[in-house]
C-alpha cells in the first residue's frame, strides 16, 4: 500500500493526466472529436483519438480505426456491446474468455483488449459485460497497439469513451421495455455545481429474463465531476460502481457426431440450472490536463479498478453420440479478486520547425494488477439431447463435491516509458513513428493441481510502430503502416502464466475518403496481421507450451456519415483469411476420427470469411413529418468454425433492424424490431455447439429530456 500511497502523491503532485473527458477547448489534447465522425451534423463530444492518444485527425493516422458513435446506438435502440460492434468490421464475438459472462471478440480473427477513456479497463478474460449507459463512442483500432497502450492484443483495441461532464444544466431520461420481460432505466443529470465545477451523474438499471433464461441483472452509480484549475487547467474526478448479475451457458444447442447442430428447441437449456456470474466493479479515477502553453500539453491520471467475481458455470462437454447422450459434462466454481492500479504522466508538444509541424507524445506510465484467484470443478451426470425442448436437471449438490484446480495469488507490476512523434510535411505528407518499452514483473504464485510451485519473471519489451499518410487531395488520403508488439498475457483463465512474451505484427496500407463536402467519411484497409508465443497444446493431454502461431489477411471498409440533411449511414464489408500457423495437434472429445490431426492452415474458430452490415436512419427535419424517423438494416456473417480443426460448422446468417421513432416537445418515442424475419441462426460458436440468436423481438423505448 505504501508504493501505491507513493504513486498517488506523486501522481497528483507532479503530473498532469490524460485527458479522460476533457474540455471542449482543449481539443488538441485528444479530448476533442476526430474530424471525420459526423451524424446527422454533429459530432460526439468526447471521441479520443485512440489512434494516437493526441488529438490528431484520424484522417492522419496510418491505420484503420472504425467508430460507432452515440447517435448510431440511440437510432438502433440496440442494448449490448455485442449489437453495437456488428457495427465494425471485422469484429465477431468469440467465446474464449467470455463464457457468457462477460464481453469477448476477435477482430481480424484475432484477439482484443478493451479500453475505457483510453485507459485500461482490466481483463479480457473473465472480463465483465458491458452497459450503454454512459457511452459517447465506441473506437476500434484495428491490429496490435503495444506501441501505445502496453498490453495490446494483436486484433486490436476496444475504447469507450464515456460522456462528459455537463457544463449546463440539463437531464435524460430513458426507459424501454421489450421481450422477456427486458427493462432498461437510465437517469442522467448534471451541470455546473459552481462557476467552476462540472458534474454528471448517471444511474442506471436493467433486467432482463433473457431468451433460454440467460437472465442479466445490473445495477449502475456512475457520477462524474470536472473542476476548473484555471483558465486551461482541468481536473477529473470519476468513479464507476458496477453490479452485474448474469446466467451463463457454456454449451449452447450442442453438435452431433453426425458434424450437425442438435435438431432440438433453440430455447433448450443444456446449461446447469444453478449457472451463475455475480460480479461488483468499482473504478476510481483522478485525470488532469493542464495546458501550460501553446505548444504544450501535460496530462497524467491514476486508476484504481478493483473488481470482485464469483461464478459457477459448466465447462468441458463432448459432442452428443450416436445414442443422443451429452457425455463428459462437468462444471466449474471460480472467485477472481482483482485490484487494478495505474498511474500515467504524458506530455503533448506540438512546435514547428519551418513547414513542418511536429505532434510529439512524451509518456510514462506505472500499472499494478493484484489478483487472488481460486478455481474448482466437479462432475455432472450425462445428459440426453432429444427432439423437443431439453432442460438439464443437475442437482446443486454436485457443487459441494468440487475438487480443487488451484489457488493463486498472482501479481504484475510494470513500469513504461514511451514516445511517439507525427510530423506534417506541406500539410500533404503525415509521418508517424513510435516506441515502447516495458518492463515487466510477474509473480504467479499458488498451489495448481495440488502442487505447490511459483513462476516468476522480469522480461523487457520493445514495441514499435511506423507508418506515412500521403493527402492526394482534400477528399482522399493514402497511408501505410507497419507495427510490432509485446505483452504478457494476464488473467486467471489459464492454469497458469508465463513472463515470456506474447508478440504480434501487422502490416497494413488503405485509403481514407471524406466525401459529400466532409458528410460521408470511409476507411478501406488491406492488411496482414500475425501472432506467436502465445500457449497452445501442442498434443492433446500434453502441458501448455508458448508455440502458437497464427496468420490472418484481409481486406476490410467502413463508412460512416451523413450525406444528405437528415439521412445517417454507417456500414461496412470485411474478408478475413485467418489461419493457425503451428504445428500443433487437435482433438474433438467424442467425435470418431478427430483424435491428434493437425490444426496447420486451418481456420480460425470464431472468424467469419466474409461480414458486413449496413443501417440507415432519415429523420424528417421540417414539414408534416417534422419529428418523425425511420431506421433500417442488416447485418451478414458468413459460416464460422467451432473447433481448430474445420470438422464443426456454424451456419452463416443475415438478420434485419427496423426502427421507427417520433419526437414531440421533447419527449421521444420508439418502436424497435430486431430479427424481423424471425429466422432460426446462431450467433456465436462455444466449445460444442452454439448460442442461438435471439427469435423477433419488441421493445418499446421513450426518452425525454430536460
Keep these: 500500500m505504501f508504493r501505491r500511497a507513493l504513486l498517488l502523491s506523486s501522481g497528483l503532485a507532479c503530473a498532469w493526466s490524460a485527458p479522460l473527458r476533457a474540455a471542449d477547448d482543449l481539443d488538441a489534447s485528444g479530448g476533442g472529436a476526430p474530424a471525420d465522425i459526423i451524424v446527422n451534423g454533429e459530432r460526439p463530444a468526447e471521441a479520443m483519438g485512440t489512434g494516437s492518444k493526441t488529438g490528431v485527425d484520424p484522417r492522419d493516422v496510418p491505420a484503420a480505426i472504425a467508430v460507432v458513435p452515440e447517435q448510431i446506438i440511440a437510432q438502433q435502440a440496440v442494448r449490448t456491446l455485442d449489437e453495437t460492434l456488428t457495427n465494425a468490421s471485422a469484429v465477431a464475438p468469440s467465446f474464449g474468455g467470455g463464457y457468457g459472462l462477460a464481453d469477448n471478440y476477435v477482430v481480424r480473427g484475432l484477439p482484443v483488449r478493451f479500453l475505457r477513456d483510453g485507459l485500461p479497463d482490466g481483463s479480457t478474460f473473465n472480463g465483465y459485460r458491458r452497459t450503454l449507459s454512459d457511452v459517447s463512442t465506441i473506437e476500434v483500432l484495428k491490429g496490435p497497439g503495444s506501441a501505445l497502450y502496453g498490453r495490446g492484443e494483436a486484433g486490436g483495441t476496444v475504447n469507450i469513451v464515456t460522456k462528459a461532464p455537463r457544463d449546463t444544466w440539463g437531464a435524460d431520461f430513458e426507459a424501454s421495455y421489450g421481450r422477456f420481460d427486458s427493462l432498461y432505466l437510465t437517469g442522467d443529470v448534471g451541470g455546473p455545481l459552481t462557476a467552476d465545477v462540472s458534474s454528471r451523474l448517471i444511474g442506471h438499471y436493467e433486467r432482463t429474463d433473457g431468451f433460454r433464461g440467460l437472465a442479466r441483472r445490473s445495477t449502475e452509480v456512475l457520477p462524474t465531476l470536472a473542476v476548473e484549475l484555471g483558465t486551461d487547467n482541468r481536473l477529473t474526478l470519476d468513479y464507476d460502481y458496477r453490479d452485474i448479475r448474469t446466467t451463463p451457458d457454456n454449451y449452447g444447442i450442442p453438435f452431433t457426431v453426425n458434424r450437425t447442430l442438435a435438431a432440438i428447441d433453440p430455447a433448450s437449456r443444456l446449461y446447469s440450472p444453478f449457472n451463475r456470474a455475480d460480479q461488483t466493479i468499482h473504478r476510481f479515477t483522478i485525470a488532469d490536463v493542464a495546458q501550460v502553453s501553446p505548444i504544450l500539453q501535460l496530462r497524467g491520471s491514476l486508476i484504481y479498478d478493483t473488481r470482485a467475481l464469483s461464478f459457477v458455470r459448466n465447462a468441458s462437454g463432448n459432442v452428443v453420440n450416436a445414442a443422443g447422450v451429452m457425455t463428459g459434462r462437468n ?54 439431447v432429444k427432439s423437443g425442448t431439453v432442460l438439464a436437471v443437475d442437482n446443486p449438490a454436485a457443487i459441494g463435491t468440487a475438487t480443487l484446480n488451484f489457488d493463486r495469488a498472482i501479481s504484475s507490476d510494470t513500469l513504461s516509458v514511451y514516445a511517439q512523434e ?123 507450451v ?31 483469411d485467418a489461419v493457425n500457423r503451428s504445428s500443433a495437434l487437435a482433438s474433438v472429445s467424442g467425435l470418431p476420427g478427430a483424435t491428434n490431426l493437425p490444426v496447420l492452415g486451418k481456420e480460425l474458430s470464431s472468424t467469419p470469411r466474409t461480414s458486413g452490415s449496413l443501417w440507415a436512419n432519415y429523420e424528417w427535419l421540417g414539414g408534416p413529418l417534422k419529428g418523425l424517423s425511420l431506421g433500417a438494416g442488416v447485418t451478414y456473417k458468413a459460416s464460422v468454425y467451432v473447433d481448430s480443426l474445420e470438422l464443426l460448422k456454424v451456419p452463416s446468417y443475415a438478420i434485419g433492424r427496423a426502427a421507427i421513432g417520433y419526437k414531440w416537445h421533447g419527449i421521444e418515442a420508439q418502436l424497435t424490431v430486431s430479427n424481423i424475419t424471425n429466422k432460426r441462426y446462431f450467433v456465436v460458436p462455444t466449445f460444442v455447439g452454439a448460442q442461438p440468436g435471439e427469435p423477433r423481438s419488441v421493445q418499446i423505448t421513450l426518452r425525454t429530456s430536460l
Design 546 to 576: 508458448q508455440a502458437g502461431k497464427q496468420r490472418s489477411r484481409g481486406v476490410e471498409l467502413d463508412v460512416l456519415g451523413n450525406p444528405i440533411e437528415g439521412l445517417s449511414l454507417i456500414g461496412n464489408f470485411a474478408y478475413v
Design 331 to 384: 462444471g466449474r466454481t471460480q472467485s477472481d479478486d482483482a485490484d487494478y492500479w495505474t498511474g500515467q504522466a504524458e506530455a503533448v508538444l506540438t512546435p514547428q520547425t519551418g513547414d513542418v509541424k511536429h505532434t510529439i507524445l512524451l509518456g510514462v506510465e506505472y500499472s499494478s494488477i493484484d489478483i487472488d484467484t481460486v478455481r474448482k470443478s466437479f462432475n455432472l451426470p450425462n445428459l440426453t
Design 422 to 544: 507525427q510530423a506534417d510535411i506541406a500539410d500533404r505528407i503525415k509521418l508517424r513513428a513510435g516506441v515502447r518499452y516495458d518492463a515487466v514483473k510477474l509473480v504467479d504464485d499458488g498451489i495448481n493441481a495440488n502442487v505447490r510451485r511459483r513462476i516468476a519473471g522480469s522480461p523487457g519489451l520493445l514495441s514499435w510502430q511506423a507508418g506515412a499518410v500521403f493527402k492526394a487531395n482534400d477528399a482522399i488520403s493514402f497511408y501505410g503502416g507497419y507495427a510490432r508488439g509485446k505483452f504478457v498475457a494476464i488473467n486467471t483463465e489459464s492454469a497458469s502464466l508465463s513472463p515470456i512474451p506474447e508478440q504480434s505484427s501487422q502490416i497494413e496500407a488503405g485509403l481514407k475518403a471524406t466525401l459529400f463536402n466532409g458528410k460521408l467519411n470511409a476507411n478501406a484497409a488491406v492488411f496482414e496481421t500475425k501472432r506467436d508465443h502465445y500457449f497452445i497444446t501442442l498434443v492433446p493431454g500434453a502441458d501448455p
